[in-house]
Structures are given as structure tokens and as C-alpha cells.
């Protein structure tokens, strides 16, 4: 099992920053990729980015490419998401999610997942 507590939302106008961080707990947090999805009011879960576990390649989604950047510290268990540049329509819950496979923008892929962190931006 892994447990992951995603942390770091909150409001922000247009323009601004915010940084999330999701810590991990339980099993090896380097045997994992990980990946931060966002869900709107009334949407489907969507891909956000993803860094893999081997060798920290990243991927984005184009709706925040240029904009977000993901990294990870496997020393303390943590996957991060910078957001700067924040546009109303990035405002969803953000979850971050644990997965064995090397890479994947699937949500049925990842086995774990956080309950989520509200990310609002006013225009």
C-alpha cells in the first residue's frame, strides 16, 4: 500500500503560482511513477503530467505545457507540482497517483491515489 496527501492549493488570481506537493508513505516511493490528474465540477478526471521512476523524464499535457513542472525528491518521498502562470481554467481538484508501469496518462493505470487538493483561480 501507499498512502499519498496531496497538499499546497488554495486561491489564486490569473497570473499567479501555487505548489503542490504530494507525500508519499507506505512501499519504496522510487518504485513508483507518478502522475497529477485534475478534476473539474461536472468534468472527467484529466492528465496533468507525469514523471516516470527510472529516470525522471517528465510529461505534459499541452493544456499546461510551458507552465507546469513536476519533479520529485525520492529522498523525501514528495512529488511536487509547480503551476505558474495560472488561467481560471486550471481551477479543478488536483490528485496526485502512484503507478509500477513507467509511464502512463491513464487513470486506470495508477493504483494509488490522494484525496485531492482545491486549486481555484479568479479572473
Known amino acids: 500500500q501507499v498512502q499519498l496527501v496531496e497538499s499546497g492549493g488554495g486561491l489564486v488570481q490569473a497570473g499567479g503560482s501555487l505548489r503542490l506537493s504530494c507525500a508519499a508513505s507506505?512501499?519504496?516511493?522510487?518504485?513508483?511513477?507518478m502522475g497529477w490528474f485534475r478534476q473539474a465540477p461536472g468534468k472527467e478526471r484529466e492528465f496533468v503530467a507525469h514523471?516516470?521512476?527510472?529516470?525522471?523524464?517528465?510529461y505534459y499535457a499541452d493544456s499546461v505545457k510551458g507552465r507546469f513542472t513536476i519533479s520529485r525528491d525520492n529522498a523525501k518521498n514528495t512529488v511536487y507540482l509547480q503551476m505558474n502562470s495560472l488561467k481560471p481554467e486550471d481551477t479543478a481538484v488536483y490528485h496526485c497517483?502512484?503507478?509500477?508501469?513507467?509511464?502512463?496518462?491513464?487513470?486506470?493505470?495508477?493504483?494509488?491515489w490522494g484525496q485531492g487538493t482545491q486549486v481555484t483561480v479568479s479572473s
Open positions: 497517483a502512484a503507478t509500477k508501469l513507467n509511464w502512463s496518462k491513464f487513470p486506470s493505470d495508477y493504483d494509488y
Open positions: 514523471i516516470n521512476r527510472i529516470n525522471g523524464n517528465t
Open positions: 507506505g512501499r519504496t516511493f522510487s518504485n513508483y511513477a
